[in-house]
């Protein structure tokens, strides 16, 4: 029962971070409801943290992705090429001031 419960409740945290506070919160809820012991509540806190944390890491990512396809798609540069070319731009402006 109790690892049906985790896998629920890990799921369900994967995408959402945990504040410090809202763990203890959940953790003491738990201990209470499902008899965990101390060591069994850290370990399932440890689980939920870390999945939390993984979830809000490939959530980044994605979304990371995401606004890259729609920069490329409308024709929008990235500041990296735009700072490329704006140094290109002035190596030739540069170069022609001195010709």
Known sequence: MFDLLEKIVLSGLGAMSLSQKKAEE?????????????????????????????????????????????????????REEFDRLQKRLEELEERMKNS
């Open 26 to 78: 959940l953790l003491a809820e738990l201990k209470d409801k499902y008899k965990l012991s101390e060591e069994e509540g850290r370990n399932f806190l440890e689980k939920a943290q870390t999945m939390a944390k993984e979830g809000k890491e490939r959530l980044s990512e994605a979304a990371d992705a995401e606004v890259k396809k729609v920069l490329d798609k409308i024709g929008l540069v990235s």
